[in-house]
């Protein structure tokens, strides 16, 4: 298989079949908490589809020309998690300076998702499964393609469910999110065995 | 082992310094907004280091916005009237405001930035009352029983207020009282002179503060006094105006003529003034004075009880009597009410019988 048709089954397969947030549950938190109307969990979901692409690509390239030269890999929990801090933080900077309507879209869920644990996930798996640039980038914008799929797919339900569904008293906000998120999973399972990574 | 240990020390060191000079960089470049200028109630301009919370700016300039969680946004106390355009309301604030506050453009002062020069509108207390150390400039006569007194600011050594308003005096322990107290005194001093804050106290018999005032205070102390406060200001409209006022309630509406007079506010103002004599009497000239500078202007002084002696030709009666017979009917006008409550209650009945909305009468009442 060429590189680049690599890349691609990796991009899809961060999208589907191995949807971060519903097969490995990560970036729970802000799932649960900004799934409630779909114009929100949209405006994170296109943070986090942009914030996992650079940083997949600045992790790559720190892990490759500083962590693995130096052969400190060990030290990668800490190096990535101080780029995405910064990288984010950065990003803020400039969008809340260049453009107001942005900064309203996007800018307020860049500090959530500084500590969206999908973020460094995607880092990691890219690394630890030894993916090549081209294929860290697919991977990491499949991830965050994936993650917005499953929150605005999430917001849609949670949607209707306000509007239609009697949800028991004990099962309201997080519990039935969770079921709900639970279905999700073992619907996206259907799309297993049409393209496996490692 | 002992190289490899300072290899991966230098390398984090590395990353981490780039990392945190780059922020700086940043900082000093994209997040450096240069100073911004604030306009708060169309009067007071502050010049501030852009780029923070309005709330935290307004703070750092010694304005306290209420607020009860210090800006997380999740009080929905801290609303400012924004009236420049700061775009958009961001998801954070909406949860705390309604329909209603959207078409006035109130936003959450802890969710927006100061990024570019801004308007905003606050409530005239919360920006302006402050304590103001000052020093008796001048106390006179003005009649038997009703001193002017002038106290000179010395710390801030400036107020801004509206013609109108009052201040609390703080009255010292002294012989007669064992506690400090306050009392409410209006500003008869016009809001352009801002280093001096006059007043016009009655002499109440017993009273712990007018008693201070008339028989303790000398020029030359030190009072404290704070504020400013109040409602009682010259709304901006076309109306005509009427003013009625009885004793020291002359003082405000002094400031707010001596104001229009400075202004070039031209509107038709007529001035009832009640008094039992001519001793009760006072500032007579001044209104004249003022009647020359303000075109449409007239001062209407009566006395409901002139002796012989006082040889009065204006008018004669109770100030509501003056009013029935001077007031044609209250079409477009607005009433503004500074006295006993006795008077007041009074003049308001008048005014409302002659067909003017309470909504339109304004008063400070002198308890």
Redesign the interface.
């Known amino acids: 298989m060429t590189e680049g048709l690599f890349a691609f089954g990796v991009f899809f397969a961060a999208i589907f079949t191995n949807n971060i947030l519903l097969t490995n549950y990560l970036g729970m938190c802000s799932f649960l908490a900004v799934s409630r109307e779909i114009k929100t969990s949209v405006g994170l979901g296109m943070a986090v589809i942009f914030v996992m692409t650079c940083t997949s690509v600045i992790n790559w390239l720190i892990y490759y020309f500083v962590l693995v030269r130096f052969d400190i890999v060990y030290l990668r929990y800490i190096a990535f998690i101080i780029v995405i801090a910064a990288f984010v933080q950065l990003v803020e900077m400039v969008i809340e300076r260049t453009s107001d309507v942005l900064y309203a879209a996007l800018g307020i869920f860049l500090p959530l998702i500084t500590v969206n644990c999908a973020i460094l996930g995607a880092s990691l798996f890219m690394v630890i499964r030894e993916y090549t640039f081209l294929s860290g980038l697919a991977y990491g914008a499949g991830s965050g393609i994936g993650w917005a799929l499953a929150i605005i797919a999430m917001a849609g339900i949670r949607t209707k469910l306000n509007i239609r569904s009697k949800v028991p008293f004990g099962l309201t906000g997080a519990g039935i999110t969770l079921i709900i998120a639970g279905i999700m999973a073992l619907a996206f399972m259907g799309f297993a065995g049409m393209i496996t990574i490692t | 082992m002992l190289i ?1 240990f300072l ?2 020390v230098a ?2 060191c ?3 310094t780039f ?1 945190a000079v ?2 700086v960089i ?2 000093l470049t ?2 450096n907004y240069g100073e911004v200028k604030i306009t708060i109630n169309n009067e007071t301009e502050m010049t501030v280091e852009g780029g923070k919370s309005l709330l935290g700016t307004l703070m750092g300039e010694k304005l306290f916005i209420p607020s009860a969680c210090g800006g997380r946004g999740s009080c929905g106390f801290c609303k400012v009237k924004v009236v420049s355009d ?7 604030e909406l949860p705390w405001i309604t329909e209603e506050e959207k078409k006035e453009n109130i936003r959450l002062s802890c969710q927006i ?1 100061v ?1 570019k020069d801004l308007a905003i509108q606050i409530p005239e207390e919360l920006f302006n009352v402050k304590e103001y150390r000052t020093r008796v400039e001048r106390v006179r006569d003005l009649t038997y029983d009703i001193k002017e007194v002038t106290l000179k600011l010395l710390d801030p050594g400036e107020i801004k207020f509206r013609a109108g308003q009052y201040i609390q005096f703080q009255t010292p322990e002294y012989e007669l009282s064992s506690e400090s107290v306050y009392r409410a005194y209006s500003c008869s001093s016009q809001p352009s002179r801002r280093d001096i804050v006059e007043l016009e106290i009655r002499l109440v018999p017993n009273g712990i503060c007018t008693t201070y005032v008339f028989e303790y205070m000398k020029e030359g102390d030190e009072v404290t006094i704070n504020g400013p406060y109040g409602e009682f200001y010259l709304r901006d409209t076309d109306s005509g105006i009427v003013f009625i006022a009885g004793g020291s309630g002359m003082a405000p509406v002094k400031s707010i003529l001596l104001d229009m007079a400075e202004k070039g506010i031209d509107r038709k103002v007529t001035y009832f003034f009640g008094a039992r004599t001519t001793r009760d009497l006072f500032l007579v000239e001044e209104m004249r004075e003022l009647e020359k500078q303000l075109p449409r202007f007239s001062f209407v002084p009566a006395l409901s009880a002139p002796t012989k002696e006082d040889n009065w030709k204006g008018e004669t009666g109770l100030i509501t009597e003056v009013i029935e017979r001077h007031l044609k009917n209250a079409d477009n006008l607005e009433a503004y009410l500074c006295g006993s409550p006795g008077m007041i209650d009074a003049s308001v009945g008048v005014l409302t019988k002659k067909g003017l909305p309470e909504a339109l009468i304004y008063y400070d009442k002198f308890a």
């Open positions: 490899s290899i991966a390398a984090m590395g990353l981490a990392l780059l922020m940043a900082d994209v997040g700061i775009g958009d309301y961001v998801a954070t930035k990024k």
